[in-house]
């Protein structure tokens, strides 16, 4: 996930890796902050494998500090990156974010890919949710706090996670109609 933020970042332009890390703090959020320990790494592991390359330092920049820009290959990594599914886990919902924060990169059909692949993600979580419920309320020997709560944390998972699918179909509804309206009308035959 991070690999993918960096490399469409330095698809814009050159940056030192203090700036990475800023703008990658603020894209993942207030809760979680990326470490220089996790970051340098993972910046020396593009370089070394020639995703991204150092370039020379900014004339406004007195200190020299180092900065990257993407390579070919970086940019061939970021479209693959872009083109996976990525796992289903705890990080897809900040996985998706940071793909949508990188359509700027990439053509309508792959947006509509992405977009689709986690609509799909976000339908079985709900149709999972739905199911959970209805084993909860199934479940007689269950203490009636226990119930209730469990089917409380149950209907935020579904709110939150329908709220997150009508978000996809209408960006993908968008998505379509200004493919659509952006092509020049048939004119009918005049015969």
Known sequence: ????????????????????????????????????????????????????????????????????????????????LMNGPGERNAATAELFRIKVGCFGHVDRELKLRVLADYRNQVKEIISHTISMTKQIEAESGLPSDETRFASLALDHQKTVSESELRWVESTLASLTHTETSARPAKRPRIK
């Open 1 to 80: 996930m991070y690999e993918l933020f960096i490399l469409s970042k330095l698809l814009h332009r050159p940056m030192h890796g203090y700036l990475i890390q800023t703008i990658l703090n603020f894209a993942v959020g207030p809760t979680r902050r990326i470490s220089w320990g996790t970051l340098y790494p993972l910046i020396k592991r593009l370089e070394d494998n020639g995703y991204i390359v150092a370039v020379d330092a900014d004339d406004d920049d007195p200190r020299g500090k180092k900065r990257y820009r993407t390579t070919e290959a970086g940019r061939d990594r970021f479209i693959e």
